[in-house]
């Protein structure tokens, strides 16, 4: 049995890069340092694969060569008026580079998971910005620590331990150097271990910001209680704010998926900006999908905008509402769509669904999903961290080799290169 | 018949996640997703009891469900369900101009619904917390 080191975990923002996987005879055999997420994702990785490209005739799915796929893909794609891609990040900074020329060239629009996470986040900080820094600066400097509308111990599972309260910084050496205030709707396990648990009523988060806002700049609340939280509990936690040393607030999709959206994201940096004035204080939201923060940056580089690009103009516009993917399911626009490692027939309303069962859609995934179902053209794929490598960026924006733990099973190559099969197909087809 | 108004929280869980890298397709994934968290005061309310069938109903469909102890306490007229296939079918596609749906805070009426389980729909309720 041989073991690979530091190997960087594919499955949430943390991108954890200290795991060691054991690999017997090609295979992976076990996981240290992993979380339950991380090990149940290297131990079933095979399940449910896709081993050979297929393409949709007479209502069924049939195998198929590569080279008939990429050029049913690239017919599907070229010759739609309005196509659309989604997905992007569960998958190489790489893929996504070639994914963006490859919807410019057909005149379409391209679009990340974001949409449906932390999308409102990235436009709460379009209006004024946001002060962060890395996790590392926050293992090794802060001592009070908000999760708001997060529970990282279900969702991100390390990154109290790597990140945080738990972990061993340089200056904040034990927990009891760091102070936990968790703010939900339920008193999850996150909750458990904070030193301040604010339960607060379902979508009253813009009313609780605005409260804490109003204490922290020293003027009185008039009510007794906001969002279910008493006037007292309130001005102790803005005191604890103020009087922190590095503060730093984490913030989940509860804040993004409820009522108010962008503007909920719009108050917290009001709130952070305003303790700036007594203290350091930063701020983070809670990516999920592992590289969702480079399919954020890539879209960023290459077309001015982080997600819900459309090309249709010939250049790039971004409007979510009108631009991106949801809403223009929804409102029945595309004539066909391109999905990479991701299944939107699970994650979208119905009526998204709806539509997107009733266009052309050419999946490139390694898994059997939802969405596989629905698809006219299925390209299977290596999975990057675990059978080839390529670059993704932490929650922090900060870019990360993923390496190669074991081969792919044969015939399986890398989403770039089938993004670009397809890409050079539609050129070739167009006299390019 | 009893029913109760909620509101209806969608969100990631242990289960959820690994049930993901079970396989989608597979029936541990089904049985890990395909559930409510209730309070216990609000199953009272309404006469049923962990691992009886509700129906959710939103203003865009609704949906039946087996109902499990809560985990993580759930407060009085909130209903939890794990982010996934089944309840996307009753969740608002209203983006209000933003792309991203509302799947969060939705307004639900739930109400027993064990009348459904001759039809196999009791599959579900299953946690690996």
């Not at chain 1, 049939?62 to 990429?70: D, G, P, R």
């Not at chain 1, 940056?297 to 001015?304: H, M, R």
């Not at chain 1, 969405?371 to 929650?395: F, K, S």
């Not at chain 2, 369900?81 to 209203?94: A, F």
Request: aromatic share 6%.
């Amino acid at each position: 049995m041989s073991e690979v080191r530091d190997v960087v975990c594919p499955f949430c923002g943390c991108l954890c890069d200290d795991l060691v996987i054991l690999v017997e005879e090609g295979k992976i055999a076990g996981v240290k340092n992993g979380c339950a997420l991380s090990i149940t994702k290297y131990l079933n990785y095979n399940r449910e694969r896709i081993s050979k490209p297929m393409v949709r005739k007479n209502g069924e799915l049939e195998e198929t060569s590569l080279e008939e796929a990429v050029n049913r893909a690239a017919e599907l794609l070229a010759n739609a008026d309005y196509p659309v891609s989604y997905g992007w990040s569960n998958t190489s900074c790489e893929a996504i580079a070639t994914g963006i020329e490859l919807m410019e060239e057909v005149g379409g629009v391209i679009d990340n998971t974001s949409v449906v996470c932390h999308g409102p986040s990235v436009l709460g900080v379009h209006e004024v910005g946001h002060p962060t820094c890395t996790l590392g600066e926050i293992k090794n400097r802060a001592d009070l620590i908000i999760y708001w509308a997060s529970n990282p111990l279900q969702s991100h599972p390390r990154h109290l331990s790597r990140y945080t309260v738990m972990a061993r910084g340089k200056f904040r050496k034990s927990r009891d150097e760091r102070t936990l205030i968790v703010v939900d709707v339920r008193k999850t396990y996150t909750a458990r271990v904070a030193d301040y648990f604010i339960q607060i009523q379902p979508g009253k988060d813009y009313e609780l910001l605005s409260a804490l806002r109003t204490a922290v700049r020293g003027e009185e609340l008039e009510q007794e209680e906001v969002a279910g939280v008493k006037r007292e509990h309130i001005e102790e936690v803005a005191d604890l704010l103020i009087s922190c040393e590095f503060g730093v607030l984490f913030w989940g999709v509860g804040l993004t998926m409820t009522g108010g959206k962008y503007r909920n994201i719009d108050l917290a940096i009001s709130l952070v900006r305003d303790l700036n004035a007594y203290t350091k204080f930063v701020m983070m939201p809670m990516r999920g999908h592992y590289n969702v923060v480079g399919a954020n940056a890539v879209f960023t580089w290459q077309t001015g905008y982080p997600y819900a690009v459309d090309f249709s103009h010939g250049y790039p516009r971004y409007n979510p509402g009108e631009t991106s993917v949801t809403d223009i399911l929804v409102r029945g626009e595309a004539d066909a769509a391109l999905i990479v490692a991701s299944d939107p027939a699970s994650n979208f309303p119905r009526k998204a669904v709806e539509h997107l069962s009733r266009i052309p859609v050419v999946l490139i995934d390694p898994r059997w999903t939802s969405t596989t179902d629905i698809a006219e053209v299925v390209i299977p794929t290596a999975m990057l961290g675990i059978e080839v490598e390529g670059t993704a960026y932490r929650m922090d924006g900060v870019p990360i080799h993923m390496k190669k733990v074991i081969n792919p099973p044969d015939g399986l190559k890398p989403d770039v290169e089938i993004l670009r099969m397809i890409l050079d197909r539609i050129r070739a087809m167009r006299g390019g | 018949m009893k029913r109760i108004k909620a509101v209806l929280i969608t969100g990631r869980s242990y289960s959820q996640g690994m049930g993901i890298e079970f396989g989608k397709l597979s029936q541990q994934y089904r049985r890990i997703m395909n559930y409510c968290e209730m309070n216990e005061e609000d199953m009272k309310e309404i006469g049923v009891t962990a691992g009886s069938l509700v129906k959710l109903k939103s203003r865009r469909g609704e949906l039946v469900l087996k109902t499990a102890r809560p985990l993580q306490e759930v407060p009085r007229g909130v209903v939890f369900v794990p982010y996934g296939p089944w309840i996307n079918k009753i969740i608002d596609e209203e983006t209000h101009s933003t792309g991203m749906p509302s799947l969060k805070g939705i307004e639900v009426e739930i109400e027993p619904a064990e009348e459904h389980r001759a039809e196999g729909r009791e599959e579900g309720g299953e946690r690996l917390e």
